[in-house]
């Protein structure tokens, strides 16, 4: 279990600005660059996203989305992060579009340790001012910062 999103980023892309039209192809992009870290092919990442989507949106407001799955040959939980340059409509428990996008991959046996990093990052992406930050970083760099040193000072 990552002590802070920035081990759960650690080996993970971010991206700090993607165009995206609709939350099918932001679920294509995040899963393309989470290919590269996990190895797992794209088309698998989708559509075990997909089929998690369809028991329910994982927005959960603020303008946040964590879409998240488990699947056979990731080793861990691997989180990928992408700002969107024009918010999306994810079906959020607000009914406000989403723009801060977090998503989890974990191995199909990793159940207690999925949810738990799930719940860490719902947990700080509950934070106001996170969310402005990251919504005004424009580097990879720069959002590596605000989520490691945001979260070891909200975990202590």
């Known amino acids: 279990m990552p002590r802070d999103l920035s081990d759960l980023l650690k080996n993970g892309p971010v991206l700090p600005s993607i165009n995206c039209s609709s939350a099918k192809q932001v679920f ?26 369809r028991l329910g949106s994982t927005a959960v407001g603020h303008g946040v989305v964590l879409p998240h799955a488990r699947l056979p040959g990731i080793k861990g939980t691997i989180g990928g992060y992408a700002r969107l340059v024009k918010p999306i409509d994810f079906d959020a428990v607000d009914e406000q579009p989403c723009d801060l996008v977090l998503m989890l991959l974990a191995s199909d046996g990793d159940g207690a340790d999925h949810l738990r990093a799930l719940a860490q990052v ?35």
């Open 28 to 53: 294509v992009q995040m899963a393309a660059a989470m290919e590269d870290c996990t190895g797992v092919p794209e088309r698998e990442i989708v559509k075990a996203i997909l089929e998690r989507e």
């Open 122 to 156: 719902a947990r700080v992406m509950r934070q106001p001012d996170l969310r402005s930050d990251l919504r005004l970083a424009e580097t990879e760099d720069d959002v590596r910062r605000i989520l490691g040193s945001t979260v070891r000072t909200s975990a202590a």
